[in-house]
Structures are given as structure tokens and as C-alpha cells.
């Protein structure tokens, strides 16, 4: 065995592994990376100094990492380019190593089609198969980002999904019966809204769950969930009390890293909000100078709102609506 084939073994050992980082060792050891993975934040990227440190002699060959196929190789290449930035960032600010890492990481990701941000850290990494062409045209991953939307909102409807994926109604329309086929959307709910099934609810928590936990441990997603599926002892068709004991296994198996994991979140949750608010208000300001500029051509604002506010509407409800109005003014006397 070689010196660095020694020390890659030793830096093994010591458990401070995570899936960027065994994907440098096993690419740069010459070994096959079945699934590659890459560095999304300080704490992965930590990982792979790491691995830097416990054997030098990588640190040179950081470059090779863009050898790897796909959007993966281009994203490594990418962070190769500014390893020295985002050490250095790093070693004094990891929230500005991390804020700097999406910023790589974002236009290569939506170029390839082939990950879908889902909250925090946790992405959806699309496979490279027949379906993936149709992945790759914009369907699936409009699916996943209106799935998404939907679970961050409690409730389906046409607008989340229209503003998630900026797909037409009659696509929408395909999203949620797509939705209600997997068994992610009850058909009808409270004041006729569509619903998140608990299945969907349980199943994405789930994911997030073992998400959050690879990352504090430095084990793979799989192994994380098969793990935790032993302990509790569930086969694959246990039903859903194996989801509900799935979930509470996340829950234990968290163990100290818990209010960290938290702390991450909430404030993943708060900046999400903020981001939120000033499009909110940027958008409100557009709004404004577009009445603005329509008022300085002669045009009625006020008219303009309700008709804004009509064709946002539902057109048999305005017929609905309109039939009532009607009546009520012919049994006072006011109809034309």
C-alpha cells in the first residue's frame, strides 16, 4: 500500500467523511465513483479540507475533481477555480463560504435540468435515463418544484403551482391530477380546497429528516434511512405506521445534533421569509408604477383593479355573481 493509499485509509477511519469528500479520495485514488457528489455548503466543504489536510498531496491535484462527467464534474471544476476564496472564506466566515458555494453552484445546477432544490441543503438530483430527456425539457422538474411549493403552502392550488413552475392552466391541471394519481393530493378538502395527503406530508418530512442527519454525521442519505428502518425493524410494506415509526426514528436519531439542525432551519425558514418580503414589496412598488404609468396615458386605475380582480376570478363565478347582483337590483327597483 502506498503512503497515500495509508493515509486516505486513515483519514477513513476517522468518521470526518461525508459524500463530496469520499467522492474526491475515491476520484482522486483512481477508483470508480458510482454515485458522485459534490460540496453544497461550509460543513461539506469542511469535510473536504479534511480530507486536504490528512493528505497533502490531493491538494494539488483539486483540479482532476472537473474530470468527473456531467453537471458534476462542471461544478467541481467550478469550485476548483475558487478554492482559495472559499477557504479563506471558510476559515473566517462559513455563513459567507456557504452564501459564496450557492452561488457556484446555482446557474450549473439550473443548466443541467437535473437538480431541483428542495429547502435548507436538500436537492433532488435528477437520474440521466430516458426519462430524464423528458426530465431534462422542463415536466418533471416543474412537478417536483409545484410538489414543493405545495408542501411549503399546506394546500394545492393552481396559483402556488402557476407561480412555482410559470406553466399554463391546462398544465396545472396535469400537475394535480399527476398529484392526486400518486397519492400526494386528496381529491377534495375543506371549502372544496385540494389537500396534501398525510402520505406526502409524512414521506417529504421523512426526507428532510434524513437529509438533515447525513449531513451532521457525514453518512450517506441510504444508509441513514436503511439504518434507521433496522432499528425500528420496518420491511418495505409495512403500511403507515411504518412511515409514522420512520418518522419518529429521524426524530430520535438526531440525538445531540438537534438544536444545531434546528437553529439551521429556523434561520433557513427566517431569511426565506425575508427574501419573500422585499420581492413582495419590490413587486408591489412595479405595480404601482405600472398604474402610474397607465394613469399618465388616460387610463383609470381604479377601473383597471377590478378588472384585475375579475379576470383572477373564476368565470362562473363572476356569471354566479353577476346573476345575483342582478336580481337583487331588479327586486329594488334598479334594473336597466
Not at 467522492?23 to 465513483?33: D, I, R, S
Not at 466543504?45 to 464534474?73: K, N, Q, T
Not at 434546528?262 to 408591489?284: A, M, Y
Amino acid at each position: 500500500m502506498t503512503e497515500t493509499a495509508q493515509r486516505v485509509a486513515a483519514w477513513r477511519e476517522t468518521g470526518r467523511t461525508g459524500s463530496s469528500s469520499k467522492t474526491m479520495a475515491a476520484h482522486l485514488m483512481g477508483e470508480t465513483v458510482p454515485s458522485p457528489s459534490y460540496p453544497h455548503d461550509a460543513a461539506d466543504f469542511g469535510r473536504c479540507l479534511a480530507l486536504l489536510d490528512a493528505v497533502p498531496e490531493f491538494r494539488a491535484r483539486i483540479g482532476e475533481m472537473a474530470e468527473l462527467s456531467g453537471y458534476v464534474g462542471e461544478v467541481w471544476g467550478a469550485l476548483a477555480e475558487n478554492w482559495a476564496t472559499l477557504e479563506e472564506l471558510h476559515g473566517q466566515m462559513p455563513e459567507s463560504c456557504t452564501t459564496a458555494m450557492k452561488a457556484i453552484l446555482k446557474p450549473i445546477e439550473e443548466a443541467s435540468g437535473r437538480v431541483v432544490r428542495l429547502g435548507g441543503n436538500a436537492s433532488l438530483h435528477l437520474p440521466d435515463n430516458p426519462l430524464g430527456n423528458m426530465m431534462k425539457e422542463g415536466m418533471e422538474i416543474s412537478y417536483a418544484a409545484a410538489v414543493k411549493a405545495c408542501v411549503d403552502a399546506g394546500e394545492v392550488t393552481h396559483t402556488i403551482i402557476q407561480r412555482a413552475t410559470g406553466l399554463n392552466t391546462e398544465m396545472q391541471a396535469q400537475i394535480i391530477q399527476r398529484m392526486t394519481k400518486d397519492g400526494l393530493v386528496e381529491p377534495t378538502g375543506k371549502n372544496g380546497k385540494l389537500l396534501l395527503t398525510k402520505k406526502a406530508i409524512q414521506a417529504i418530512g421523512i426526507a428532510d429528516k434524513v437529509q438533515e442527519i447525513a449531513e451532521a454525521t457525514g453518512k450517506p442519505a441510504a444508509q441513514v434511512l436503511d439504518a434507521a428502518k433496522k432499528a425500528v425493524g420496518i420491511g418495505h410494506n409495512s403500511g403507515e405506521k411504518a412511515v409514522d415509526k420512520q418518522e419518529e426514528m429521524m426524530n430520535q436519531a438526531k440525538g445531540t445534533a438537534e438544536g444545531e439542525i434546528s437553529g439551521q432551519r429556523l434561520k433557513s425558514f427566517i431569511e426565506r421569509v425575508e427574501r419573500l418580503e422585499e420581492e413582495k414589496r419590490t413587486l408591489g412598488e412595479d405595480v404601482r408604477d405600472v398604474y402610474s404609468e397607465a394613469k399618465s396615458q388616460g387610463f383609470e386605475p381604479k377601473i383597471m383593479r377590478k378588472i384585475v380582480a375579475l379576470r383572477r376570478s373564476n368565470l362562473e363565478k363572476r356569471r354566479e355573481e353577476q346573476e345575483i347582483l342582478d336580481l337583487y337590483m331588479a327586486a329594488i327597483g334598479m334594473a336597466e
